[in-house]
């Protein structure tokens, strides 16, 4: 599935390579995660053992992370139009308001930093659900969990080719009247996401 990901993404870089100044690092990277990908998956069937079985089994993870700032990078030069205008129309369309403006009327520290927490596990809760199937040691199952999570994430990061949007928090900034608070853990989420 990372293989799969990875040439599709390369040949975005190719078709689009005149609004990729750094193309060629790019393109140099992709080689270069596709032979250690092939190289740890060769070292897993040459030796076997607990250690290339651990670093088979969680460096899609790794390169989970990688693709996804990549995309800060990528997405923009390949597709530079923001939906975010057309996304906050469909918002007025269904809601009325804009979401973010009316839930202002509810903002407190508390509910702040459950939202964000609850936002952020997009990210955490597959890592548990996989890690909480290996520490099962139910190979086929993990294998399996490990490839849904895969999936799910690059075919939301296709989205972000798609439609990409820098979101409600940077484009409707002069609509918000109240700051975001939380209680520490917000702040932490927020910037690190």
Not at 28 to 40: F, K, P, Q, R, W
Not at 69 to 92: Q, S
Request: aromatic letters at 18%.
């Amino acid at each position: 599935i990372f293989l799969g990901y990875l040439a599709a993404v390369t040949l975005v870089v190719m078709v689009f390579w005149q609004s990729i100044p750094e193309f060629g690092i790019l393109l140099t990277d992709h080689v270069l995660a596709a032979g250690l990908i092939l190289g740890m998956a060769a070292a897993y069937e040459r030796f076997g053992g607990r250690f290339w079985l651990l670093v088979r089994s969680w460096y899609p993870l790794l390169f989970v992370t990688m693709a996804f700032r990549e995309l800060f990078y990528l997405v923009h030069r390949v597709n530079p139009h923001d939906a975010d205008a057309w996304l906050m129309g469909i918002d007025l369309k269904v809601f009325g308001t804009h979401p973010t403006v009316w839930l202002e009327r509810f903002l407190h520290p508390a509910l702040t930093e459950y939202l964000q927490v609850v936002y952020s596990s997009y990210y955490f809760i597959p890592v548990l659900v996989v890690g909480l199937i290996y520490a099962r040691r139910s190979r086929d199952r993990f294998d399996e969990a490990m490839s849904v999570t895969l999936l799910g994430f690059f075919v939301s990061y296709v989205g972000y080719f798609l439609v990409p949007a820098i979101g409600p928090r940077f484009t409707m900034a002069h609509l918000q009247t109240v700051p975001l608070e939380g209680y520490g853990l917000f702040e932490v989420l927020r910037l690190s996401l």
